[in-house]
């Protein structure tokens, strides 16, 4: 079995023999649930692809939440335990370390997906919508939690409180979320970059819809390849110290 492999079974495991991947498993389907109820089913007479685009909307702030809680513990549990200090001294490469953690978030986060199949499905009791778009809407969830997880990853990096570090994270994504925003404000030279850089507002919404476009896929992997990148270059200094 790859070094990689070795580190994603190790955190799945912690994952799963304890009790926080189950919890937040199911605190996320649950508060889900409830507002595809009160929000989707419960909006009155609307199009079928219209409760499908709720869906995925509120699917896509709990992508994110699931992501940070997931990867809080990451690294921050590692040196809060001195456990760190295994991985260190290991002829495991830090990169392999990393993705390898972010293989466990994912995979946990993907179960979660896997898992709420049901709530797409009542629709067809009432109405009819295409797979593609439901298949393109997880495919951006998957997307949009992979992004996030890796931001995840770094700010769970930088400390050993997990609750600092989920604070961390959720300061990095709420600035990335809000971009598009920002460039309202910034000179014009910088405005298209800033717009671009939104996590949700100028890419999220084309998967919400079933639309599949080649510059959201590139834009979602190239966040996730920087903060894996960036997550390894801090391991791989702290290693060194």
């Not at 298949?135 to 939690?145: F, K, S, T």
Request: hydrophobic share 50%; glycine share 10%.
């Amino acid at each position: 079995m790859t070094p990689i492999l070795l580190v994603a079974r190790r955190d799945l495991q912690g994952y799963l023999r304890g009790l926080s991947g189950y919890v937040i498993i199911a605190a996320m389907l649950f508060l889900l649930g409830l507002m595809f109820q009160a929000y989707a089913l419960g909006g009155g007479a609307r199009y079928s692809h219209e409760v499908l685009q709720d869906f995925f909307e509120f699917s896509g702030g709990f992508a994110m939440v699931a992501s940070v809680l997931l990867t809080m513990r990451s690294f921050a549990e590692e040196r809060a335990t001195g456990t760190e200090i295994l991985l260190q001294t290991s002829p495991i490469h830090p990169g392999q370390v990393v993705f390898g953690k972010y293989l466990a978030v994912m995979t946990i986060t993907t179960l979660m997906w896997v898992l709420s199949l049901y709530m797409p499905a009542l629709i067809f009791l009432h109405g009819k919508v295409s797979l593609a778009h439901i298949a393109v809407g997880y495919l951006g969830l998957i997307c949009l939690g992979s992004a996030a997880t890796a931001i995840g990853l770094l700010g769970s990096s930088l400390t050993s409180n997990q609750f600092i570090a989920g604070l961390v994270s959720g300061i990095l994504l709420v600035t990335l979320l809000m971009g598009w925003k920002l460039s309202e404000l910034a000179d014009p030279t910088l405005s298209g970059v800033l717009s671009y850089m939104a996590l949700w507002d100028k890419h999220f919404p084309n998967f919400m819809q079933g639309k599949l476009h080649l510059r959201d896929l590139v834009f979602y992997l190239s966040i996730t390849g920087f903060g894996l990148l960036a997550t390894t270059q801090v391991v791989e200094g702290r290693r060194w110290r």
